[in-house]
């Protein structure tokens, strides 16, 4: 089984909807990440979250929310979508810096969203 | 503001030529420096960490290094082959923030 699994792998929504992205990892790290990727703007990130009870804006983080439900689990939601969200969204997780090898971060294999 | 950059943006090579990709970032302060694949349409697949401490890493048919000096990492891939093409990207990981910050990527064709 995967170690960082998304859910849906593909969705096409309309403008004003309210999207949920999840992400689960089995593989007991703290970290958590959320990330889009565009043709030609390459990846940036969303949100992250160090644990349970620490959430952090990323780059691009207007029109996101984030829920972190358990230490395996961080949702993406996208309140009222739009089309320039249309994208490919990555969640990634990795470790705490202190441990080795150390922030490696390791990505689930990505949602599809379209926004017509 | 920590910028990083792959050049070139795509790469055509005939089967078994040994290869360079090359990634450069503008702060030297960085954590580590990660290198990764991704397939068309897929997630990223991991293939060398590399921390600020160390000066290169190997796995199979790759090796990367690292000049935290001048801003540099190259990936160096032996012996090429069809199976190798996808595009590659290089991020670097500055201070505590959690931050990877990617490079555009560079596209690789291996030509059987």
């Known amino acids: 089984d995967a170690d960082v699994t998304q859910t849906p792998r593909n969705r096409i929504t309309k403008t004003g909807k309210r999207i949920m992205l999840e992400c689960s990892q089995t593989k007991g790290h703290d970290r958590m990440y959320w990330y889009r990727q565009d043709p030609g703007l390459g990846l940036r990130l969303i949100y992250y979250s160090f644990d349970v009870k620490d959430i952090n804006k990323g780059e691009i983080s207007d029109g996101y929310s984030v829920s972190r439900q358990a230490q395996a689990k961080f949702s993406l939601s996208l309140e009222s979508a739009i089309p320039n969200q249309t994208a490919l969204y990555f969640c990634?997780?990795?470790?705490?810096?202190?441990?080795?090898?150390?922030?490696?971060?390791?990505f689930g294999p990505g949602t599809r969203l379209t926004v017509l | 503001k920590q910028e990083v950059t792959q050049i070139p943006a795509a790469l055509s090579v005939p089967e078994g030529e040994n290869l360079v990709l090359n990634c450069s970032f503008t702060?030297?302060?960085?954590?580590?420096l990660q290198w990764f694949r991704q397939d068309p349409g897929k997630g990223l697949t991991s293939l060398l960490l590399i921390q600020s401490s160390q000066r290169e890493q190997t796995s199979g048919r790759l090796n990367a290094s690292l000049d935290k000096s001048s801003g540099r990492s190259t990936l160096y891939i032996a012996a090429s082959q069809p199976g190798d093409s996808a595009t590659y990207l290089c991020?670097?990981?500055?201070?505590?923030?959690?931050?990877?910050?990617f490079g555009q990527g560079t596209t690789l064709q291996v030509k059987p």
């Open positions: 990634a997780t990795s470790d705490s810096p202190g441990a080795q090898p150390g922030n490696e971060q390791f």
């Open positions: 702060d030297s302060a960085i954590y580590n």
């Open positions: 991020a670097v990981f500055s201070g505590n923030t959690g931050k990877l910050i």
